[in-house]
């Protein structure tokens, strides 16, 4: 499963999504076959939170909507993306 680095702690992806900035829509991939375009057609999102998912199209056009969790003293925390220069 994908994961990230937050603060020293190890979150791990529980939802892979993505909003087109064209058109608005938010897609999610919920398995590994799952691929999907937004409405206008600019981006795609495939591969659900297992190893490999991708997301297609301009970065420009791209806002991740992608949720992680990680277990601390036994409470679920859950994050979205924090920005690239943390």
């Known amino acids: 499963m994908p994961s990230i680095i937050y603060g020293g702690v190890r979150y791990t992806q529980t939802r ?3 909003q087109c900035r064209k058109c608005s ?3 999610e991939s919920k398995h590994r076959h799952d691929f999907k375009y937004c409405s206008c057609g600019a981006v795609a ?3 659900g ?3 490999g998912n991708r997301i297609l199209g301009d970065p420009s056009d ?3 909507r992608s949720v992680y ?3 601390i003293e036994k409470k ?3 994050i979205t993306r924090p920005p690239k220069n943390e």
């Open 16 to 18: 892979h999504a993505i």
């Open 62 to 64: 791209i806002e991740d």
């Open 69 to 71: 969790c990680a277990v």
């Open 45 to 47: 999102i495939d591969g």
């Open 49 to 51: 939170i297992s190893a």
């Open 25 to 27: 829509e938010t897609i």
């Open 76 to 78: 679920k925390i859950f």
